[in-house]
């Protein structure tokens, strides 16, 4: 297993903040997760070794909300999802990480600046389908490449109006089926090797921690301050991917 110090010191952080990331509140700051730890190991490796913590994050995530789910909603998103590991999988050794960060980063920032700028108004309509079917098609993907799957899924989900516990739990949902897909094609491209596991269970204990601390904010906070909360993370996530792409 990985022993340098310097590793810890930033994966220790970026599995608690992935853990508060899958309970809902900072829905954003999940994605910051892989990019803080490739400032010490590779993209690639950094992505196999939270493979294991995801499981755990996402077993959890359910448990808490399970009663809290749009089964509707899980329906039409999932197939798409799927669509888009598959293409990660294939494109995985073709497509470079920095490539990657930077269509999710820009992509992020600006549905942000059309939510501020643009603000929809109360009576809006929801985004058509075919565009839900893109975002969480790219969303599918961008997890598969980087973990990075909460920026696009969120374009099409906030809009949505959800409460934020039945956000929280379709997404649990979502990202469970997701992850456990990501399984097979990444030991097929053998990133699931015994060094890689070793250290994802050094990490382990500190995934429930995360993801307690999430869940007790979540079932407390008001609609109008989760989704504030949501906007920043995927601010800072945004930025933190084009600087990666850009550096």
Request: no cysteine; net charge positive.
């Amino acid at each position: 297993m990985i022993t340098d110090p310097y590793f810890y010191l930033v994966a220790i952080p970026a599995v608690l903040l992935l853990g508060v990331s899958k309970s809902g509140f900072g829905a954003g700051f999940g994605s910051l997760a892989v990019p803080m730890m490739a400032l010490a190991v590779t993209v690639p490796q950094a992505a196999a070794i939270l493979m294991p913590v995801l499981l755990v994050m996402d077993l959890l995530g359910m448990a808490a909300f399970r009663k809290n789910v749009d089964r509707r909603l899980l329906r039409f998103l999932l197939p798409f999802g799927l669509l888009g590991i598959v293409i990660g999988a294939l494109l995985f050794k073709l497509l470079d990480a920095k490539v990657v960060a930077g269509i999710v980063g820009g992509f992020t920032l600006l549905f942000l600046a059309q939510r501020l700028l643009f603000p929809p108004k109360a009576d809006s309509p929801p985004p058509p389908q075919w565009v839900g079917a893109i975002l969480t098609a790219t969303s599918g993907f961008t997890s598969f490449i980087a973990h990075a799957g909460g920026p696009p899924i969120n374009a099409y989900v906030i809009p949505l109006r959800l409460s934020p516990v039945l956000f929280t739990g379709t997404m649990a949902f979502f990202f469970f089926f997701i992850n456990i897909a990501k399984w097979i094609p990444y030991a097929w491209l053998g990133l699931l090797d015994l060094r890689n596991m070793l250290t994802s269970l050094a990490l382990l204990p500190f995934a429930p921690i995360g993801v307690w601390v999430g869940v007790r904010i979540a079932h407390r906070i008001k609609p109008l301050l989760f989704y504030r909360m949501v906007y920043a993370g995927m601010f800072l996530t945004g930025v933190k991917l084009v600087w990666d792409a850009w550096r």
